[in-house]
């Protein structure tokens, strides 16, 4: 082998090299794509006296997940404290089942509460939460603002 053959295929190699390090996936930690989405309610929906209704907020994926954490907090909280208070924050007590979506509140099979007993806190119309998940390795998060219910007015 000449010095020119070395020298070629040490250039080859440092420009896959590059190419696998910049431009794939491989080294890079699965990022799971949310979209929020603000729904209108269900025709008997009841809320608990004194709260105000909001517009129920449903999050959609990429693809099918089995997540092991499930945590809502509210982004002005986040940025003023260390430990924000969560809002809705559910982990996997064993395998949860594999979901694309899911509804704010509603809880998974194979997923519970990580306080026991906790219920999930009403939203607040006009504020903006954070939605954090984690499936295994793959992380994702997403801020989204919530809307009051405004009921239409009969004729």
Aim: zero cysteines; aromatic letters at 10%.
């Amino acid at each position: 082998m000449t010095k020119k053959s070395i020298v070629l295929i040490a250039v080859a190699v440092v420009l896959a090299a590059v190419y696998v390090a910049f431009f794939t996936d491989w080294f890079r930690q699965p990022q799971i794509q949310i979209l929020p989405q603000i729904r209108p309610p269900q025709r008997n929906a009841r809320t608990a006296p004194g709260d105000v209704a909001v517009y129920p907020v449903t999050f959609a994926f990429d693809k099918k997940y089995q997540f092991t954490e499930i945590k809502v907090v509210a982004f002005d909280d986040e940025k003023t404290n260390k430990f924000p208070h969560a809002v809705w924050h559910m982990i996997s007590d064993s395998n949860s089942i594999p979901v694309k979506a899911l509804v704010y509140g509603v809880s998974l099979r194979g997923m519970k509460p990580k306080i026991p007993r906790a219920q999930p806190e009403p939203l607040v119309p006009d504020v903006t939460y954070r939605l954090y998940l984690t499936a295994g390795n793959a992380k994702g998060d997403v801020k989204f603002r919530t809307h009051e219910l405004v009921k239409p007015t009969p004729q």
